[in-house]
C-alpha cells in the first residue's frame, strides 16, 4: 500500500466525453476548482490556477480524451514539475452503466511531505483519542470510499 | 511550516516507522527493545526510526532506570491525519461539484439534440 495517496471514484450520470470536457476545459474548470483557469489540455503544456491571489502553476501530464487526463501540480515557484517536487493528480473515466466512473488519485504527498496541509488552520479541531486517529489514518491512506 | 510538515509526513511515510506507531499506540509504550521484538528489524535500527518519529514529535521519550520509554503523541498523530483527511474532503466537494456540472452538461445537450 502507498501511504499518501488519495483515491477517489464517483459515478456520474453522463457520457465520458462530456466528463473530460468538464475536468479539463477551462470553462468548467473555474465551475469546480479555481476561481480561473489557464490551461491547455497538451500534454506537456503549463498553465494556471487563479485562486484569489494565489495562482499555481499547473503542467498536464497525460491526455488522452476521453479516458485519461493527468497533470502536475503544488510545485516551487521557478521549477518545472517533477516527481519528486509536485502533487500529481489523475482522472481516469470509463463507461459505466450507461455513464462514466470518474476516477481520481492524488499522488506525491509521500516524496513531497505535505505541502497542501498549509490549511493547517482547518484542523484546530478539538478531537483527540487513538479511537479517533487510527481508523481514519488507516482508512484515508489507501483506499476510500468506492475505490475498489 | 511546511518544513516541519514535510518532515512530519517523511516520517510517516516509512512502513517500518509506521507499524512501530501502531504498536505504540495499541500497548501506549514501548522501549526500543521491545518494538524490535515484534518487528523483523534489528533494535538498532529501531532506535534509528525512534529518533526520526521523536524528532517531528510523533513520539516522546523519558528515561526510566536504563531504559528510554517511548510514548505516541495523539496530538501530533491527530494533526496528520486532519491534514489528509481534509485534503480527502476537499477533493469530495470537487467530484461532486464534477459530476453535477457534467450531468448538467449533458442534460441541456440531450435537450437541445432531442
Given at each position: 500500500m502507498e501511504f499518501g495517496k488519495i483515491e477517489r471514484s464517483v459515478?456520474?450520470?453522463?457520457?465520458?466525453?462530456?466528463?473530460?470536457?468538464?475536468i479539463t476545459s477551462p470553462d468548467h474548470l473555474k465551475e469546480w476548482w479555481p476561481d480561473k483557469a489557464?490551461?491547455?489540455?497538451?500534454?506537456?503544456?503549463?498553465?494556471?490556477?487563479?485562486?484569489?491571489s494565489d495562482t499555481p502553476e499547473i503542467t498536464?501530464?497525460?491526455?488522452?480524451?476521453?479516458?485519461?487526463?493527468?497533470?502536475?501540480?503544488?510545485?516551487?515557484d521557478g521549477e518545472e514539475a517533477r516527481e519528486d517536487n509536485s502533487l500529481h493528480v489523475t482522472f481516469e473515466l470509463e463507461e459505466a452503466n450507461g455513464g462514466t466512473l470518474l476516477r481520481m488519485t492524488e499522488t506525491g504527498f509521500r516524496q513531497k511531505g505535505w505541502e497542501v496541509a498549509q490549511?493547517?488552520?482547518?484542523?484546530?479541531?478539538?478531537?483527540?483519542?487513538?479511537?479517533?486517529?487510527?481508523?481514519?489514518?488507516?482508512?484515508?491512506?489507501?483506499?476510500v470510499k468506492g475505490s475498489a | 511550516m511546511?518544513?516541519?510538515?514535510e518532515q512530519l509526513w517523511s516520517a510517516i511515510g516509512d512502513p517500518t516507522r509506521r507499524q512501530m506507531l501502531d504498536l505504540?499506540?495499541?500497548?501506549g509504550s514501548g522501549t526500543a527493545s521491545t518494538l524490535g521484538e515484534a518487528l523483523p528489524v534489528s533494535r538498532q535500527a529501531?532506535?534509528?526510526?525512534?529518533?526520526?518519529?521523536?524528532?517531528?514529535?510523533?513520539?516522546?521519550?523519558?528515561?526510566?532506570?536504563?531504559?528510554?520509554?517511548?510514548?505516541?503523541?495523539?496530538?501530533?498523530?491527530?494533526?496528520?491525519?486532519?491534514?489528509?483527511?481534509?485534503?480527502?474532503?476537499?477533493?469530495?466537494?470537487?467530484?461532486?461539484?464534477?459530476?453535477?456540472?457534467?450531468?448538467?452538461l449533458e442534460e441541456r445537450r440531450l435537450r437541445g439534440e432531442g
Open positions: 459515478h456520474i450520470d453522463a457520457s465520458p466525453t462530456t466528463v473530460f470536457e468538464v489557464e490551461l491547455e489540455a497538451v500534454s506537456g503544456s503549463v498553465g494556471k490556477l487563479y485562486f484569489g498536464v501530464a497525460d491526455v488522452e480524451p476521453p479516458r485519461l487526463f493527468s497533470f502536475r501540480w503544488t510545485y516551487p490549511l493547517e488552520e482547518h484542523y484546530r479541531r478539538n478531537v483527540s483519542g487513538w479511537d479517533h486517529f487510527l481508523p481514519r489514518l488507516v482508512a484515508y491512506a489507501p483506499t | 511546511t518544513a516541519v510538515d505504540l499506540v495499541e500497548s529501531v532506535a534509528k526510526h525512534l529518533v526520526v518519529l521523536e524528532n517531528v514529535d510523533l513520539v516522546a521519550s523519558t528515561v526510566v532506570g536504563r531504559e528510554r520509554i517511548y510514548q505516541p503523541n495523539p496530538a501530533q498523530l491527530e494533526r496528520a491525519a486532519a491534514q489528509l483527511a481534509e485534503v480527502g474532503a476537499a477533493w469530495d466537494r470537487r467530484l461532486s461539484r464534477i459530476a453535477a456540472l457534467a450531468e448538467e
